[in-house]
């Protein structure tokens, strides 16, 4: 990462985007680390002027070098339809309500859009509330401010139990509190954290939840990502995931830390870059919100390290293999990171969430930091302003970019109104203010070689020439009608 903060300027007048990963030749992981470089289009070094070349090394600071693998990513149109075989297993009819339990993998819906719950979860703070985990594009519907979440469904689409309301949210966060002192150089760079918490509702039926993963079983604690441990840690491991949409899927995580820029100009990061097995998808419209597993090694439990935010919806493959078609991929958010955002702790088995339950009680009855957990005022900010050096991550107040993809998808809606356009672009902001720093932020704060390179570095902002890698085609802004029903289609 600090090799390719050095050479960003470059990389992005070539490229359409970048990440972190190992050398991929014939669609299969060597062990050799490199920065994959992706391109609209992949052809032999013959038919190239020297200019337009890509070194295959790159250098950085102190004379730390490392290999460059081009990797062309193919723009196509609309996806072609998902065969009803593949989006009604027994598995995901089971999520999707038929199930008398909801965990990790159930539906869940706010007023017009549904996802998938990722994790069953408790608060650090305030009452020490137990709730979920899942997207915040989910879970935040700015046309309804009381954010109220249901499963299967709200009760004017369906049968459905009312699950609770959002009390924390966030969708962008600067790279250097994200990746510390391996953020890019880039002064407009934000992190997609997309991640939303929601306490359960008092009146909820907690004998009714389980942190059980159907399909899977017990899951053990979070595998916390380290950035100065060796590629091999998490590039090329197997992972698993359960949704509402496509059931239970397997796949490979084949790079982190994918850095693109939208058309715009700003420069974005999104954590995971997940390929399925067999060339099959990893994730369909629906699945936001679901959990990423690592798989258990010498018999251990399946370990979250994140959550998915994107996939199949975004307009683009990855070709990975001559002769072979392109194949589709999954985005998601670096879990261990996004429970330290937003203050959160995951529960991991039956016994813990009793506990867990049994301790909110025993706060709200001591009537402990009631306060705590109050929606924050509404800020509207401009999406160009960059955020200030001490600016706290628990408190990230920024414009949603538009055009970015959203997967979860849009419930029909009856004797709605238009909604009023100013407001489009207001990012609602749940999580309250803190004094401390994250942890996020702290882990990263002693002296490192590479740091002061960085730091150089960051100084310089000149605006340069980029191409970018759009992972979702901007889409009109929906309009709701009185007397009509919108179809259900993706939301973006």
Not at 151 to 170: D, F, I, K
């Amino acid at each position: 990462m600090t090799i390719r903060a050095f050479h960003s300027k470059k990389l992005r007048r070539f490229s359409l985007g970048t990440a972190i990963g190992f050398h991929i030749r014939r669609g299969v992981l060597t062990d050799i680390p490199a920065i994959l470089v992706f391109v609209a289009r992949k052809v032999h070094r013959q038919w190239l002027s020297q200019f337009q070349c890509l070194p295959t090394a790159l250098e950085g600071p102190g004379g730390v070098w490392c290999d460059v693998d081009v990797v062309e990513f193919s723009y196509f149109g609309a996806p072609a339809a998902t065969p009803k075989e593949q989006l009604y297993t027994e598995l995901a009819d089971g999520m999707r309500g038929s199930d008398p339990i909801i965990g990790s993998g159930s539906q869940v819906a706010s007023q017009e859009t549904y996802g998938t719950l990722g994790a069953i979860v408790k608060s650090r703070t305030g009452n020490r509330q137990v709730g979920f985990l899942t997207n915040r594009h989910v879970a935040v519907d700015l046309d309804y401010p009381s954010q109220k979440m249901f499963h299967p469904l709200p009760p004017s689409l369906g049968p459905g139990e009312y699950l609770g309301a959002v009390e924390r949210a966030t969708s962008f966060i600067t790279d250097d509190l994200w990746y510390g002192i391996f953020a890019g150089i880039n002064p407009e760079t934000f992190v997609r954290a997309d991640g939303a918490f929601i306490p359960f509702a008092d009146d909820l039926n907690m004998n009714n939840v389980t942190t059980t993963v159907k399909g899977i079983g017990q899951i053990g604690n979070v595998h916390i990502i380290d950035l100065q441990s060796p590629i091999s840690s998490l590039i090329g491991r197997q992972v698993v995931k359960v949704g509402r949409s496509s059931g239970l899927t397997n796949g490979t995580i084949m790079a982190y830390a994918l850095e693109y820029n939208d058309d715009k100009g700003i420069c974005f990061f999104t954590d995971f870059l997940v390929v399925g097995e067999n060339e099959q998808t990893f994730d369909l419209e629906g699945d936001s919100g679901s959990l990423v597993l690592l798989m258990g090694q010498n018999e251990e439990k399946p370990q979250p390290v994140g959550i998915i935010w994107g996939g199949t919806a975004n307009r683009g493959r990855l070709k990975l293999k001559v002769g072979r078609p392109p194949e589709n991929w999954t985005s998601g958010v670096d879990l261990g990171r996004l429970l330290d955002l937003l203050e959160l702790d995951l529960i991991t088995n039956n016994e813990g969430l009793q506990a867990a339950v049994q301790d909110q009680r025993s706060a709200s009855a001591a009537g402990i930091d009631s306060t705590v957990g109050e929606s924050s005022p509404l800020v509207r900010v401009p999406s160009g302003d960059k955020l200030g050096e001490n600016f706290e991550p628990i408190n990230l107040n920024i414009q949603q970019v538009e055009g970015e993809p959203q997967q979860g998808l849009v419930l029909p809606i009856m004797g709605t109104k238009c909604r009023d356009e100013a407001a489009v672009n207001v990012e609602h902001q749940f999580i309250p203010s803190f004094n401390g720093k994250s942890s996020v932020h702290d882990n990263y704060q002693g002296e490192n070689p590479e740091s002061k390179s960085l730091s150089a570095l960051r100084k310089g902002s000149e605006n340069d020439i980029y191409v970018s890698l759009q992972l979702g085609e901007p889409e009109p802004k929906r309009r709701k009608y009185s007397d009509s029903l919108c179809i259900v289609k993706e939301s973006k």
